[in-house]
């Protein structure tokens, strides 16, 4: 039980630190961000708000991983909610963290392929430092 409490301790320290970062995030977009970085901050917002769902699944389920040795994987839920929705719930909340995880890649990915257009299109205004 002392792992568990420890395990979820840790978890939901990172997770509130992850949604304290990511409204912050929100509110710098909205409120910051210049006229010509519309597009581009259309990205982050997405970002951010994915990754803030992401984290909501990730604190509603808290899962352990353990690996048998015969290389199963075996998910164990600890959360909270593990005892009040049921094991179907978690997997649930499981499946959507795994899809929300790989649209936020996708979507990063993406974000670096427009970062490159505008670039090698020349719409973008380059500062090079110094030397």
Do not use: E, W
Request: hydrophobic share 55%; aromatic share 8%; glycine share 6%.
């Amino acid at each position: 039980q002392m792992d568990d409490f420890i395990q979820l301790s840790i978890l939901y320290s990172i997770n509130g630190v992850a949604i304290v970062a990511n409204i912050m995030l929100i509110a710098v977009i909205a409120r910051r961000t210049p006229k010509a970085m519309r597009s581009f901050s259309i990205f982050l917002l997405n970002t951010a708000i994915v990754d803030i769902l992401t984290v909501l699944a990730s604190a509603t389920i808290a899962v352990r991983v353990v690996c048998l040795p015969d290389l199963r994987i075996v998910y164990v839920y600890i959360g909270q909610y593990a005892t009040i929705g049921g094991s179907a719930f978690c997997r649930i909340c499981k499946a959507l963290q795994m899809c929300l995880v790989n649209g936020s890649t996708a979507i990063l990915l993406l974000t670096f392929g427009y970062r490159r257009h505008i670039i090698s299109a020349g719409n973008a205004l380059l500062n090079y430092p110094l030397r």
